[in-house]
């Protein structure tokens, strides 16, 4: 059974990056009749940026088959952190200011000290982090795309898993998340390949099996268009955005408008292009109006109602359909039946 997990990282609104990650999650989950499942890590699982981040996935059009808050783990983490350090694969680390701040490496080898002494400390009250035992040598990535990546293990060094105020990091508990919960695949952007690396080290202490990676290449954007807020601009429908999204990492047949279920159809990780390009605003307004021209009038209007935020009579929703294919999205249909409704006013 194939398990992608979405595991996106910044607790800001949902960035085109984000919704990338999530689609092409999404279309080689279902395109291997696998389960996708969304974590929140810990800033994520705030209610408002929660609800927020959801709602646009929703409203992509995109399901998940099991969410899993950070939050709600941190027992557990906290306990997996602990026993790695009973097995001396982790130590705890001293190094923490007043203000509760760690170092990015340890000053004062604290993984050295004899484990009494270290836990005489702990139970003494005095802060500390744990950081996972790296050591010398390197280790191998497995990725779809980038194939084998050899990583240095100094570049990330003792990293920490557990901060002094018990939260843990991203990566360990990312990592500890996908053995748990038996996560095959995971897609992220190139430039989190870090994550992997100490994801991959966690999964090692724990002799756990890492699940695959698949970095995807990056995408560049013009000023202001790297948020999904800013992009939609109140004219382009999901459809077209999960489209355009699937085709920046898919090779796909350029021209009319692909729906979900042939974008699942024609997923596949030999189909990911190797170079990611530029976010093109232009496409993706000319496939919001192929998405126009074949949509649905059941589905046309719904959106239409729904984006005007009123009910449309009869013959409203006869004219804007009618019009459909010379639209260039939902603002501009909401513009042309208040036009409708003024002249009717004046009459
Ligand atoms: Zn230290």
Known sequence: MYKFAFSPEVALSPSCDDIRVAVVSYLLGRHLDGALMLRLSG??????????????????????????????????YREVAISL???????????????????????????????????????????????????????MLRDVL????VVNNDTVGDFIILYPDGSPSFGFASSVDDMEFAVTHVVRESSQVEWAMEEYLVAC???RVPPVFCHLPPVEYKKGEAFVDSVLS???????????????????????????ETLIKYASFEGIKVKGGMFDMYELERLNREHLKVMSESRFLELVESHCGCSLTQREKTVIYEQRETLSGMDDA??????????????
């Open 43 to 76: 800033a994520l699982s705030l209610e408002v940026i929660e609800d927020e981040f959801l709602e646009t996935l929703r409203w992509l059009g995109i399901e998940f088959d099991s969410i899993v808050r950070e939050v709600e783990r941190l027992y557990y």
């Open 85 to 139: 350090v009973g097995i001396g694969k982790a130590y705890r680390c001293f190094c923490v200011d007043e203000g509760f701040k760690v170092l990015p490496r340890c000053a004062s080898g604290c993984g050295l000290l004899p484990s009494y002494e270290s836990e005489r400390r702990a139970e003494g009250g005095e802060p500390f982090a744990i950081r996972l035992r790296v050591g010398e040598g390197s280790v």
């Open 334 to 347: 909401c513009k042309r039946i208040r036009r409708m409704r003024d002249s009717l006013e004046g009459i």
């Open 234 to 260: 109140g004219n382009i429908v999901p459809e077209a955005l999960f489209d355009y999204v699937a085709r920046q990492v898919f090779s796909l047949e350029i021209g009319k408008a692909l729906s979900k």
């Open 146 to 149: 980038l194939g084998d990546v």
């Open 205 to 207: 202490a724990l002799d």
